[in-house]
């Protein structure tokens, strides 16, 4: 009788497949450290809060500058983080460009947290 | 009939004392922003996540290495940042030490994103 090797079940799968590492994978690590490390830096956290805060929920880039005590290129360059990590929304409008929350996204961010 | 200027309204109040800038201050920032740049790299949280997934709530250090695929050093490294951000414990058992996460610190950094 010949042996049916394809048929066999394969004693090696684990040492064939190792197993998943455990805890969240390599790339969704990756994608949430980078909206932490938008948060991680008292200066943005600031400005999150102030544009929260905002009457009509939107801030001149403007008004951002002096509860800060910081240059405008300072600030910009802290919007633009925020930005890039999805928690600020930017808008030009004539001369100013006025920052408001992304909808849901600090709750999103809170989530991450949950889901670790 | 004479002035009663100490029951007079301040009419300068505004010019004497400056409204605090709004929202979060400077220093709760500070202490925010520390626990976020704790989160803000992507091994950390892998570690965070390993630990909270694991069976009886810690995790040996001597455990946490192979999923990473870090030397030890860089791996007690990580660890302490999260133990220094009140987010790991650590206690020593033996050789080893173990890891687990303090109780509600998640949830409380979950929550520092509401109250910005």
């Known amino acids: 009788m010949t ?9 090696d799968t684990a040492a064939c497949c190792p197993p998943a ?11 949430t450290a980078a909206v932490f490390k938008a948060l ?3 200066n943005r956290l600031r400005l999150l809060s102030i544009v929260k805060g905002a ?3 939107e801030s001149c880039v403007c008004d951002l500058t002096e509860p800060l005590d910081l240059g405008q290129p300072t600030v ?11 928690l600020l929304r930017r808008e030009k409008r004539g001369t100013w460009a006025y920052y408001s929350l ?9 989530g991450l947290l949950e889901t670790l």
Do not use: F, N
């Open 21 to 31: 590492a455990p805890g969240i994978g390599a790339a969704e690590a990756q994608d």
């Open 40 to 42: 991680a830096d008292p």
């Open 102 to 110: 992304v909808p849901g996204a600090l709750e999103r961010t809170a």
């Open 3 to 11: 042996s049916l090797p394809l048929l066999e079940p394969a004693a």
């Open 55 to 57: 009457e009509g929920g």
């Open 76 to 86: 910009s360059h802290h919007l633009k983080i925020l930005v890039d990590a999805g």
